[in-house]
Each structure stands twice: as structure tokens, then as C-alpha cells.
T-cell receptor, first 112, second 112 residues
């Protein structure tokens, strides 16, 4: 069964450093998303991406964040200058139609 | 208005019992209501979903009940098993590839 994959599973970085989180969505999917989950809290929407452009972003997704689909398979989330409060699990999701979203296993980001 | 309220925060059920988790929403534009199951260290996995044109949907031991007038929906897990022990999130979306708005989650523990 096809699944969303994410790398790395765990990323540790120093405050102020740039990180890139990578995702490979399910191959024929058209809609791509990033969510985050701070430990013990609910899953929060960051950004959605369709037809090579951002379709919606939350107030969390400020100028420090960017997304890219550099080729036909990868979908990346870049945080330019990480802050302590960026520490969270980051989930990539994808969907074929417009409803059912399939989530990856997540990348745990720890900012020291 | 975008919030989805979920209760209870935690739930302990005996093996074979019925687990019931409730969610309420305000935004009448929501038209897709999925439930996700999350095990520790894993991404949310779609369990079952409903649209507001039906009042109930059943898949195996899992049933969603939907009350459009009350703007409430609930997940019922029949014959609960220890393997069902996980965190359950309700969510809502306006469809069309739009973001999921998640509830705060319910930690379910099924005891022998």
C-alpha cells in the first residue's frame, strides 16, 4: 500500500540554523500539506500546496517558513532560522481527491 | 469559529466495552469530518470519515454518528480492544483540498 514517507525521522539543530524537512507524498497525489504537533497538543495546519503554489497558509507559517516541490516526487519544508518554539513533530500529508489526507510518520524537530 | 472541540481528554474503557468520543464545531461551512487514530511516535492514520448528508456511518467496529443541527459528531468504538489504545483526533474541513482543523485529541486506554 502506498504511503507518505518523511526524512529525517529526527532532526536536532541549534537555534538560528536552517533546517529542511523532506517528504515524498504518495505518487499520484495532487494536494500536499504540512502540519505540526507540539508534544502532547493537537495537530495544527501550516500550509497547503497545489499546482505548484501555496493554496493556503496559517498564521504560524510566517516568513521563516517556505515550501517547495523541487521535482516530481519530493515536497520540502524549510525553516530559515529556527527558534526554540519550532520544536515539534512535523507531519507531511497528501491527498488525491480533495478530502482524504494521508499522513507521513513525521519528523521530530528539536531546536536547542 | 474555526475550532473543533473534543471531549473527553482521556478515556479508560474495559475490554469489550464501548468507547465514545465527542466533537462539536461552529463553522457551518465544514462538510467533511474524519477521525484519525495516532499511536505514540507515529503519524495520524485515517480511521473513518463522514459527510453531513448522512447521520451515521459504520465500518467494522467503528461508527460515526453525526448531528447536523447540533453541529456535533461522535466516534463509537464497539467491543473495544487493548490494541485500540491510542490517541483519537476528530477533524473537520470545508473540503476542496482545504486544511483539516483538528480537535484536541482523546487518549483512549482499553484495559483487560
Amino acid at each position: 500500500e502506498p504511503e507518505v514517507t518523511q526524512t529525517p525521522s529526527h532532526q536536532v539543530t541549534q537555534m538560528g540554523q536552517e533546517v529542511i524537512l523532506r517528504c515524498v507524498p504518495i505518487s499520484n497525489h495532487l494536494y500536499f500539506y504540512w502540519y505540526r504537533q507540539i508534544l502532547g497538543q493537537k495537530v495544527e495546519f501550516l500550509v497547503s500546496f497545489y499546482n505548484n503554489e501555496i493554496s493556503e497558509k496559517s498564521e504560524i507559517f510566517d516568513d521563516q517558513f517556505s515550501v517547495e516541490r523541487p521535482d516530481g516526487s519530493n515536497f520540502t519544508l524549510k525553516i530559515r532560522s529556527t527558534k526554540l518554539e519550532d520544536s515539534a513533530m512535523y507531519f507531511c500529508a497528501s491527498s488525491l481527491n480533495t478530502d482524504t489526507q494521508y499522513f507521513g510518520p513525521g519528523t521530530r524537530l528539536t531546536v536547542l | 469559529q474555526q475550532q473543533v472541540k473534543q471531549s473527553p481528554q482521556s478515556l479508560i474503557v474495559q475490554k469489550g466495552g464501548i468507547s465514545i468520543i465527542n466533537c462539536a464545531y461552529e463553522n457551518t461551512a465544514f462538510d467533511y469530518f474524519p477521525w484519525y487514530q495516532q499511536f505514540p511516535g507515529k503519524g495520524p492514520a485515517l480511521l473513518i470519515a463522514i459527510r453531513p448528508d448522512v447521520s451515521e456511518k459504520k465500518e467494522g467496529r467503528f461508527t460515526i454518528s453525526f448531528n447536523k443541527s447540533a453541529k456535533q459528531f461522535s466516534l463509537h468504538i464497539m467491543d473495544s480492544q487493548p490494541g485500540d489504545s491510542a490517541t483519537y483526533f476528530c477533524a473537520a474541513s470545508t473540503g476542496g483540498g482545504n486544511k483539516l482543523t483538528f480537535g484536541t485529541g482523546t487518549q483512549l486506554k482499553v484495559e483487560l
